[in-house]
Nanobody, 116 residues
Framework: QVQLVESGGGLVQPVGSLRLSCAASVRILSINAMAWYRQGPGKQREWVATITTAGTTNYADSVKGRFTISRDNAKNTVYLQMNSLKPEDTAVYFC??????????WGQGTQVTVSS
């Protein structure tokens, strides 16, 4: 059973930075793409970024140039470095392992609040 546990969220001022981590319970990162999603207050969950097994990254336009997704296969961990944060980045951030069932392999989420 794969479990994903996010950490690193918190309260940060606008233009500040945070780094989120997602630890996987099993050695899966070397054979799977990983993704980050977020869900803001009153909004639907939206895709943020993906990293493939080859290290190729893709980002939503809203975070491109500010967020960086990376992975450490030895630690079974994927990261999301978030810089130049804006109030509209406020959301619960989720780690996701894509599979044939879109409802499987989600973390519990970590709250990020950007406010002065």
């Amino acid at each position: 059973q794969v479990q994903l546990v996010e950490s690193g969220g918190g309260l940060v001022q606008p233009v500040g930075s945070l780094r989120l981590s997602c630890a996987a319970s099993v050695r899966i990162l070397s054979i799977n793409a990983m993704a980050w999603y977020r869900q803001g207050p009153g909004k639907q969950r939206e895709w943020v970024a993906t990293i493939t097994t080859a290290g190729t990254t893709n980002y939503a336009d809203s975070v491109k140039g500010r967020f960086t997704i990376s992975r450490d296969n030895a630690k079974n961990t994927v990261y999301l470095q978030m810089n130049s944060l804006k109030p509209e980045d406020t959301a619960v951030y989720f780690c996701h392992l894509p599979s044939s069932d879109p409802n499987k392999y989600w973390g519990q989420g970590t709250q990020v609040t950007v406010s002065s």
